[in-house]
């Protein structure tokens, strides 16, 4: 069973900076997607960003350009850097490992996830 761990969650004012950490531990990812999510409350979770085994990366239209998902496999941790934050960036950030589409892309979530990070944007 994947255990998976986010940080680098906090307070930032907009126009501001985070990078998020996920490290996954029990098993070897090295061959699998990985990808953000984030979630506010009373609503579905949405895909952010995802990333496949050869580093073909997809992004949610609304953050294409201020962020940018990458992975260190050796750590088996996922990263995602997030600039230029938005009031509407602020929700609970997940980290998961999904499923290959048809197509070799992100597809569906699958599995365990973690806790979360909070990102808040506010000044």
């Known amino acids: 069973q994947v255990q998976l761990v986010e940080s680098g969650g906090g307070l930032v004012q907009p126009g501001g900076s985070l990078r998020l950490s996920c490290t996954a531990s029990?098993?070897?990812?090295?061959?699998?997607?990985m990808a953000w999510y984030r979630q506010a409350p009373g609503k579905q979770r949405e895909l952010v960003a995802g990333?496949?085994?050869?580093?073909?990366?997809n992004y949610a239209d609304s953050v294409k350009g201020r962020f940018t998902i990458s992975r260190e496999d050796s750590k088996n941790t996922v990263y995602q850097q997030m600039n230029n934050l938005k009031p509407e960036d602020a929700d609970d950030y997940y980290c998961?490992?999904?499923?290959?589409?048809?197509?070799?892309?992100?597809?569906?979530?699958?599995?365990?996830w973690g806790q979360g990070t909070l990102v808040t944007v506010s000044s």
């Open positions: 029990g098993s070897s990812l090295t061959i699998n997607p």
């Open positions: 998961n490992v999904p499923f290959y589409n048809e197509y070799g892309e992100v597809g569906d979530s699958r599995g365990a």
């Open positions: 990333i496949t085994s050869g580093r073909t990366t």
